[in-house]
């Protein structure tokens, strides 16, 4: 069965440091992946998506992301973390239709940043 | 363009009652999809319109319902609403019908609480 698994509920980095969050799906085919980042309260917004092509995909606010086919992962990264980057991060995966819709997302990845 | 725009942001039922939350896509878009945010089950889907036609549903019992109209927008009811139904309800459009490689942008959702 299609899956997103997102290890880490909560990271904690401080201000100016690098960042990973990590993700592996599980996904019969070639996977269409997303990353969304979400305020507390608000909807998800898009940070970055990859298709096919280069294995290394740009986002906005400075995320990227890296598709790992052998291992079955799409790590987002950032060099800097920033304070206003505290949120929500989740991961998805694009499948064919059906009762999971067309996006199965993980559980989430809460971060937050010291000063 | 303006964004996937819901109304109301915030409501308060109580047990029993019945409520409708409005979803107006992005312009152009025809694809609509609904989900539900818990914090102890995620991100579940709900339901998916293209052209006034549902063509997913997700796992959710028939007291959840759902259309969409001739401009695009959709709409979702609950009826005898139940504590569990508290949640935060997304909606999500797509250019198109929302195959697993479109990309789905999302509103700021409704919070929906049941007393």
């Known amino acids: 069965a299609q899956s997103v698994t997102q290890p880490d509920i909560h990271i904690t980095v401080s201000e100016g440091a690098s960042l990973e969050l990590r993700c592996n799906y599980s996904?019969?085919?070639?996977?269409?992946l997303f990353w969304y980042v979400q305020s507390p309260g608000q909807g998800l917004q898009l940070l970055l998506k990859y298709f096919s092509g280069d294995t290394l995909v740009q986002g906005i606010k400075g995320f990227e992301a890296e598709f790992k086919r052998s291992q079955s992962s799409f790590n987002l990264r950032k060099p800097s973390v920033h304070w206003s980057d505290a949120a929500e991060y989740f991961c998805a995966v694009g499948v064919v239709g059906g009762s999971q819709g067309n996006l199965i997302f993980g559980k989430g990845t809460k971060l937050s940043v010291k000063p | 363009k303006a964004g996937v725009t819901q109304t109301p942001r915030y409501l308060i039922k109580t047990r029993g009652q019945q409520v409708t939350l409005s979803c107006s896509p992005i312009s152009g878009h025809r694809s609509v999809s609904w989900y539900q945010q818990t914090p102890g089950q995620g991100l579940q889907f709900l339901f998916e319109?293209?052209?006034?036609?549902?063509?997913n549903k997700g796992n959710f019992p028939g007291r959840f319902s759902g259309r969409q109209f001739s401009n695009s927008r959709s709409e979702m009811n609950v009826s005898t609403l139940e504590l569990g139904d508290s949640a935060l309800y997304l909606c999500a459009s797509s250019s198109r019908d929302a195959r697993r490689g479109d990309t789905q942008y999302f509103g700021p959702g409704t919070r929906l609480t049941v007393l």
């Open positions: 996904y019969g085919a070639t996977p269409y």
């Open positions: 319109y293209f052209s006034e036609t549902q063509r």
